[in-house]
């Protein structure tokens, strides 16, 4: 004959199908943040990355304002999954004495973000009697 402490020492089908379920709910709430702090992990990465290649592509073309012109095309290895294009208004366009001011618009878009940049450009006019 059984006593009310032979039951107590193991786990009833009811409450191990009861834990495995809960252990179940809380593993798949564990993954689907995981992957979403990856995804987002990446896109951060992709941003800077971004950010990076337009400073460096600004800082080109503000190096040497005369060759600017509008443009576009990839960075070099190993950022080729990148692409840039330049381009310029002619709303704030301003040409005074030779000398040209215009701002460009520089954008940069990589496999899951993307990134634009304005550049103000001052242009010299070379004289050709000069």
């Given at each position: 004959m059984r006593t009310g402490s032979d039951r107590a020492r193991g786990f009833t089908l009811?409450?191990?199908m009861v834990a495995l379920a809960i252990f179940a709910i809380v593993a798949i709430a564990c993954l689907n943040s995981y992957s979403t702090n990856l995804t987002v992990a990446a896109?951060?990465?992709d941003t800077q990355t971004a950010v990076i290649l337009a400073r460096a592509r600004a800082s080109e073309l503000l190096a040497h304002p005369d060759s600017a012109e509008e443009s576009e095309g990839t960075f070099d290895a190993p950022y080729e999954a990148y692409r840039w294009r330049l381009s310029f208004s002619d709303a704030v366009r301003?040409?005074?004495e030779g000398?040209?001011?215009?701002?460009?618009?520089l954008s940069v878009e990589g496999p899951s973000a993307s990134f634009d940049l304005v550049i103000p450009l001052v242009k010299e006019e070379k004289d050709a009697g000069t």
């Open positions: 009811f409450e191990v896109r951060a990465r301003d040409e005074t000398t040209t001011f215009l701002f460009g618009h």
